[in-house]
């Protein structure tokens, strides 16, 4: 299947996943229960029970899309499909040599997708951080698909945290960390409104930032017609080396509420619905 898909457009390939998704995951039953009861908590405002079909028939539709885009992300991120919504913006980055923390949720893609863009829109060498899959099989097609060029991709760990120091010690680096990361099978993060989680990708990249000086800079990915996408960069973050537990805790407010207003934005866009805890 992998091969197949790489011989058809970009265009067909999502067209395909997307017929999947609306049609041929009808079965999965438990997680779409899993997402009506988070639709429940984030869009209580959502009475009417069509209102909440469509946006859960949307909702799998995109996760057809998603997944089989991953599969030919490279073809995707390393084109002129992921444009910079400022381009101003992501040039002061660049001009800049200081590392840069970028901190994201999982929007319109699974992870690959963003990663690839970031490596081509800025040119410099990047280091993320992914849970390896369980089964075999799956661990090896996501080696196989993730961006080879410039890049490294490391398990969480302690030993993960002090590479990712070291990492940001270079000039011309970036450090990719994914927020909405799945612990136990669950996402905390956002909160929408609930108690900060402890640890996590959030404590990370904070607490990385403070020691390293690096800039935390919030981005995100909208979904277009003709599988292209916008890259949305906010301010950066600034986290001095003499933050407080408390400067801290105030940052973690400001991206939770950033990211949360995100993904109320793009709600049948996030798959990582299905696994928010309620």
Same mark, same amino acid.
């Given at each position: 299947?992998?091969?197949?898909?790489?011989?058809i457009s970009v265009e067909r390939c999502s067209a395909i996943g997307a017929w999947r998704g609306r049609y041929g995951r009808a079965e999965r039953?438990?997680m779409e229960q899993r997402a009506r009861a988070a639709l429940a908590m984030l869009r209580p405002d959502l009475r009417d029970g069509e209102q909440?079909?469509?946006?859960?028939?949307?909702?799998?539709?995109?996760?057809?899309?998603?997944?089989?885009?991953?599969?030919?992300?490279?073809?995707?991120?390393?084109?002129?499909?992921?444009?910079?919504?400022?381009?101003?913006?992501?040039?002061?980055?660049?001009?800049?040599?200081?590392?840069?923390?970028?901190?994201?949720?999982?929007?319109?893609?699974?992870?690959?997708?963003?990663?690839?863009?970031?490596?081509?829109?800025?040119? @410099?060498?990047?280091?993320?951080?992914?849970? +390896?899959?369980?089964?075999?099989? *799956? #661990?090896? /097609?996501?080696?196989?698909? =993730? %961006? @080879?060029?410039?890049?490294?991709?490391?398990? +969480?760990?302690?030993?993960?945290? *002090? #590479?990712? /120091?070291?990492?940001?010690? =270079? %000039?011309?680096?970036?450090?990719?960390?994914?927020?909405?990361?799945?612990?136990?099978?669950?996402?905390?993060?956002?909160?929408?409104? =609930? %108690?900060?989680?402890?640890?996590?990708?959030?404590?990370?990249?904070?607490?990385?930032?403070?020691?390293?000086?690096?800039?935390?800079?919030?981005?995100?990915?909208?979904?277009?017609?003709?599988?292209?996408?916008?890259?949305?960069?906010?301010?950066?973050?600034?986290?001095?080396?003499?933050?407080?537990?408390?400067?801290?805790?105030?940052?973690?407010?400001?991206?939770?509420?950033?990211?949360?207003?995100?993904?109320?934005?793009?709600?049948?866009?996030?798959?990582?619905?299905?696994?928010?805890?309620?």
């Amino acid at each position: 299947m992998y091969y197949l898909l790489r011989l058809i457009s970009v265009e067909r390939c999502s067209a395909i996943g997307a017929w999947r998704g609306r049609y041929g995951r009808a079965e999965r039953k438990e997680m779409e229960q899993r997402a009506r009861a988070a639709l429940a908590m984030l869009r209580p405002d959502l009475r009417d029970g069509e209102q909440i079909n469509d946006l859960i028939a949307q909702l799998r539709q995109n996760a057809g899309r998603t997944f089989l885009e991953t599969l030919i992300s490279d073809r995707i991120s390393n084109s002129t499909r992921v444009q910079a919504a400022d381009p101003s913006a992501l040039a002061e980055i660049l001009q800049d040599r200081r590392p840069v923390i970028f901190v994201t949720v999982h929007t319109a893609n699974l992870g690959d997708t963003m990663g690839g863009a970031l490596l081509a829109l800025t040119g @410099r060498h990047g280091t993320t951080v992914t849970r +390896p899959f369980l089964n075999r099989f *799956r #661990q090896r /097609l996501s080696v196989k698909l =993730r %961006p @080879r060029a410039n890049a490294a991709i490391l398990p +969480p760990g302690i030993g993960t945290t *002090r #590479q990712l /120091l070291r990492q940001l010690q =270079r %000039p011309d680096t970036f450090v990719l960390l994914h927020l909405d990361e799945a612990r136990g099978k669950q996402i905390h993060f956002p909160t929408f409104g =609930r %108690p900060l989680p402890h640890g996590g990708n959030l404590s990370v990249a904070i607490r990385l930032a403070a020691t390293s000086g690096a800039r935390l800079v919030p981005v995100h990915l909208e979904r277009l017609p003709g599988v292209r996408y916008t890259l949305h960069m906010s301010n950066p973050v600034v986290v001095p080396p003499t933050a407080t537990p408390e400067d801290m805790d105030a940052v973690a407010r400001q991206l939770d509420a950033h990211f949360s207003t995100v993904i109320q934005t793009y709600l049948s866009d996030w798959l990582q619905l299905y696994y928010l805890r309620t």
